[in-house]
Nanobody, 119 residues
Framework: QVQLVESGGGLAQPGGSLRLSCAAS????????MSWARQAPGKGLEWVSG????????YYADSVKGRFTISRDNAKNTLYLQMNSLKPEDTALYYC????????????WGQGTQVTVSS
């Protein structure tokens, strides 16, 4: 069956970096645009970044532009999010999702990985 499993979250200091991974199974990753989204404590879901099927086009929320980089390795069926210059406001549960690169409909979500940015 379709599965998306996020990993790589944890505790980082402000200014630090983390790299999230999303392992896909049950479908061919290269056939779908993908996105990352996050939900901070007490807040709604926020789309963070997306990438086209071949990785040619990438999109970012203004809040992460210049700090986060989305990428994919279709041969490994894995999606990535490199997060640099982390801020406390980046603290959230991060999800990968399939179906769209730029704020369109996302039809399947992983369970999420927690990112906490604190000194």
């Amino acid at each position: 069956q379709v599965q998306l499993v996020e990993s790589g979250g944890g505790l980082a200091q402000p200014g630090g970096s983390l790299r999230l991974s999303c392992a896909a199974s049950g479908f061919t990753l290269g056939s779908y645009a993908m996105s990352w989204a996050r939900q901070a404590p007490g807040k709604g879901l926020e789309w963070v970044s997306g990438i086209s099927r071949e990785g040619t086009n990438t999109y970012y929320a203004d809040s992460v532009k210049g700090r986060f980089t989305i990428s994919r390795d279709n041969a490994k069926n894995t999606l990535y999010l490199q997060m640099n210059s982390l801020k406390p406001e980046d603290t959230a549960l991060y999800y990968c999702a399939k179906g769209s690169a730029n704020k369109g409909e996302l039809d399947f979500w992983g369970q999420g990985t927690q990112v906490t940015v604190s000194s």
